[in-house]
């Protein structure tokens, strides 16, 4: 018995009806499909702003990570700080007013944001763009303040750990992660110690999922599988 492969895919599918499930705080739509050969299905994804994620180092070779509570994985995760961009707010901007809300550092008055790509997350459950930023030096300003109700609940924490150090609890690597890496290594300047970051560092980290990475300059670099903490 062969399989008679479909006539088209879900790309030419017409869009039958769009019912929004959940307004908010995080926007959840299902769409009803029509495939091209007949076959209707539903399709659910939560809709959401682009958002950032920084990678904070300090002059003195230190990670700035935020640990905290997250309920759907009754667990403790350690992440880069990250968060949603305001409407029309720039990914630089954004970048900075997370670092400050969600750790309290700021970047020094000589420090660069440097882009080092823009990935899609989970892309088959949400449209979620992010913007990974690399900041550097970046100094502790004040506490982490946060910026919704709901945080306070989330028991975090800021943690700092140097560079080498953080190689245990990334993950292994994998080779579009890698040429994120790459790009860390080129974008500090000039190349000394803090260049020596571990192959082992994911940079989007948000539990074990797949994300498509697109290039800081349009570089397509594919799929990778970001492991848990």
Same mark, same amino acid.
């Given at each position: ?8 895919? #879900? ?6 009806? *769009? ?15 029509? #495939? ?14 682009? =958002? ?17 509570? +997250?309920?759907?994985?009754? =667990? ?7 968060? /949603?961009?305001?409407?029309?707010? &720039? ?5 900075? +007013? ?27 459950? *949400? ?13 502790? =300003? ?5 910026? *919704? ?20 609890? !990334?993950?292994?690597?994998? /080779?579009?992660? !890698? !040429? ?15 260049? &020596? ?11 074990? +999922?797949?994300? &498509?990475?697109?290039? &800081? ?10 492991? *848990?903490?």
């Amino acid at each position: 018995m062969t399989n008679t492969p479909p006539v088209g895919t #879900m790309k030419d599918a017409r869009l039958i009806e *769009t019912e929004i499930l959940l307004p908010k705080p995080k926007r959840f739509v299902k769409e009803t499909l029509a #495939m091209p050969d007949g076959y209707e299905c539903d399709w659910y994804y939560v809709d959401t702003p682009p =958002s950032v994620m920084i990678v904070p180092l300090t002059a003195d070779g230190q990670l700035v990570f935020v640990r905290q509570y +997250r309920h759907n994985l009754k =667990s403790y995760q350690l992440e880069f700080p990250a968060g /949603a961009m305001n409407e029309a707010e &720039a990914p630089e901007a954004a970048a900075r +007013r997370e670092l400050e809300e969600e750790t309290g550092f700021t970047a020094e008055p000589t420090a660069r944001f440097r882009p080092l790509g823009a990935y899609y997350s989970l892309p088959s459950e *949400t449209n979620k763009y992010t913007h990974v930023f690399l900041a550097a030096p970046v100094i502790a =300003s004040g506490p982490a303040r946060g910026a *919704t109700e709901i945080e306070k609940y989330f028991d975090m924490s800021v943690v700092l750990i140097p560079v080498d150090e953080a190689r245990p609890a !990334q993950g292994r690597e994998t /080779a579009h992660r !890698q !040429q994120i890496l790459d790009r860390y290594r080129d974008a500090v300047e000039p190349p000394d110690r803090l260049c &020596a970051l571990p192959a082992s560092l994911g940079l989007a980290r948000r539990g074990d +999922r797949a994300v &498509a990475i697109d290039g &800081a300059e349009g570089v397509d670099l594919g799929l990778q599988r970001v492991e *848990t903490i």
